[in-house]
């Protein structure tokens, strides 16, 4: 894996290929990486639903992503776990929060997205899509969990510090995976190497967080609600120091880890599938053709002449049913997800 580092999707789907969907793992020597390998989905459903129970995450893991993802969900197990899956579960099903994340999706559809994507192809130059989508997802999970948009896509396309940090420190945290605790631990301690940039890249991704608990929090303080705010911290938030009082029942810390961990969740998942799903309607024009077909008998139902930009309601998206099949059809036959 090590050597095959860059090119690590491809490595992996040969090798399951080759093993017919599973594989025994076994890492550096001395590294303590073994495991198992697998794309098999009765195996995925019987470690992530059946028997969920049987399996921890472990120490193994929690100790190399604790220092970017900390307590939070994607790092937590047991009670934590339960905890935090029981919070969450029950503010994303709730229908505020269902509402503000189709009106943030529709604002950074229409102002954001598609004013930066028709001034790329206006510019003739080619551009990565999956980049783009990135870029949107991004912001997107960022004003539903935090209630902020780092402005990924502005037409400048910028870097943006907050989302340059986050990807840095996500992608530098797996080489702890590739090499023996015997190295990446004396080079965290001393700090040099990549775990002197990984440092750097997860305090400003931690900076940024509690910055945005610690508003929060003092404008609850002042103002003793945040009721005029939609996103998860907020919600969380305003539920604690309501059934609390102004006894808060978790630290910041608390807040910032479980808002790291929901932007973990949504960013490079929802990107890489929108980017395969359009790679799969490109490739079969049937598909697609039937897409617009649907899309064009619900406008035609609206009785008036839509316009050039079309906003879709709840109702007419309920009503494409293909398009949801497609959507669906291509996550089956995603190699990465199960």
């Known amino acids: 894996m090590f050597l095959h580092i860059n090119d690590m999707y491809n490595f992996l789907t040969r090798a399951l290929s080759r093993a017919g969907g599973t594989f025994h793992h076994k890492g550096m020597w001395m590294g303590g990486a073994y495991g198992i390998v697998t794309a098999d989905p009765s195996n995925i459903e019987y470690m992530l639903k059946?028997?969920?129970?049987?399996?921890?995450?472990?120490?193994?893991?929690?100790?190399?992503?604790?220092?970017?993802?900390?307590?939070?969900?994607?790092?937590?197990?047991?009670?934590?776990?339960?905890?935090?899956?029981?919070?969450?579960?029950?503010?994303?099903?709730?229908?505020?929060?269902?509402?503000?994340?189709?009106?943030?999706?529709?604002?950074?559809?229409?102002?954001?997205?598609?004013?930066?994507?028709?001034?790329?192809?206006?510019?003739?130059?080619?551009?990565?899509?999956?980049?783009?989508?990135?870029?949107?997802?991004?912001?997107?999970?960022?004003?539903?969990?935090?209630g902020v948009d780092p402005g990924c896509l502005a037409l400048d396309i910028p870097d943006v510090p907050f989302a340059k940090a986050f990807e840095k420190a996500t992608e530098l945290i797996l080489i702890r995976f590739l090499i023996p605790p015997f190295i990446w631990k004396p080079m965290k301690f001393f700090g040099i190497g990549y775990e002197k940039t990984l440092k750097g890249a997860v305090g400003v991704v931690h900076e940024f967080a509690e910055k945005t608990v610690k508003g929060r929090r003092d404008e609850i303080r002042k103002h003793g609600s945040l009721c005029h705010l939609s996103d998860l911290l907020s919600r969380l938030v305003e539920i604690e120091h309501t059934e609390r009082g102004k006894k808060l029942l978790f630290p910041d810390k608390y807040f910032r880890d479980l808002c790291i961990n929901f932007i973990l969740a949504g960013r490079d998942t929802t990107s890489v599938a929108l980017a395969w799903f359009f790679w799969l309607v490109y490739s079969n024009p049937q598909v697609e053709n039937r897409i617009l077909c649907e899309i064009t008998d619900i406008l035609s139902l609206r009785g008036t002449q839509a316009e050039n930009e079309v906003i879709f309601t709840k109702e007419e998206l309920n009503k494409m049913v293909y398009l949801q099949a497609a959507l669906s059809e291509s996550l089956r036959l995603y190699p990465s997800v199960p």
């Open 50 to 146: 059946t028997n969920f129970k049987n399996f921890p995450k472990g120490k193994y893991f929690r100790e190399r992503f604790q220092d970017l993802l900390g307590d939070g969900i994607f790092n937590a197990d047991d009670e934590l776990w339960r905890e935090q899956r029981q919070a969450v579960k029950a503010e994303m099903h709730s229908s505020r929060f269902i509402e503000h994340s189709l009106q943030t999706m529709q604002d950074l559809v229409h102002q954001k997205l598609l004013k930066l994507t028709d001034n790329l192809v206006r510019s003739g130059e080619s551009f990565d899509l999956q980049e783009v989508l990135l870029r949107f997802t991004f912001d997107n999970i960022c004003s539903a969990a935090f």
